[in-house]
């Protein structure tokens, strides 16, 4: 198979995945939230392929469920957050990967994991939806909360997974 046509097709299996493990497997966490296990695909991805697959998994993944879910409602806001936190989740694992230390690689990941979802989720969804709907920042900033925690917490959980399975997944991904 040519280098394209992989890339493609590991893209598309990875964003399919994203939006069966967010349809699929719902945990309720808050009143009228769940946790988006889609972002341990997304998490993968740019663990194991890098920025660009990472970003683009979580990206068109988001677009997909919306879509599936209930429409345009929530999507703008969600996918431009997401396209930041794949972008800056695919820089930091490769800049931590190189350190060869797993405790260390995992604690400067889940800081600037935090800090990345807290911008992604409270800054840039926040804003979009502000715009879109034309209602208050804050407003929009109080609800988006519940996304923060969820989200920042599925994806530092992966974390762990994603370095104990990257050999394996390296296999899989890469055939």
């Given at each position: 198979m040519k280098s394209v046509t992989k890339s493609i097709a590991n893209n598309a299996m990875g964003i399919a995945l994203f939006v069966v493990l967010s349809l699929c497997l719902q945990v309720p966490v808050f009143e009228n939230y769940y946790l988006c296990l889609g972002y341990i695909a997304m998490t993968?991805?740019?663990?194991?392929?890098?920025?660009?697959?990472?970003?683009?998994?979580?990206?068109?993944?988001?677009?997909?469920?919306?879509?599936?879910i209930n429409g345009l409602r929530g999507m703008?806001?969600?996918?431009?957050?997401n396209l930041l936190?794949?972008?800056?989740?695919?820089?930091?694992f490769?800049?931590?990967?190189?350190?060869k230390k797993p405790l260390l690689e995992t604690i400067?990941?889940?800081?600037?994991i935090m800090i990345a979802t807290a911008i992604a989720m409270l800054i840039v969804k926040s804003s979009v939806e502000s715009f879109l709907y034309s209602q208050p920042f804050i407003l929009r900033c109080?609800?988006?909360?519940?996304?923060?925690?969820?989200?920042a917490f599925v994806i530092i959980i992966s974390?762990?997974?994603?370095?104990?399975?990257?050999?394996?997944?390296?296999?899989?991904?890469?055939?």
């Open positions: 993968v991805y740019c663990y194991v392929k890098g920025t660009i697959s990472g970003t683009i998994v979580g990206t068109i993944g988001v677009v997909l469920y919306c879509l599936l703008p806001g969600w996918a431009v957050a936190l794949g972008i800056i989740m695919g820089i930091t490769k800049a931590v990967k190189r350190l400067i990941s889940s800081i600037v109080t609800k988006n909360v519940y996304a923060f925690v969820a989200d974390i762990p997974i994603c370095r104990f399975l990257e050999p394996k997944l390296k296999e899989i991904i890469n055939k």
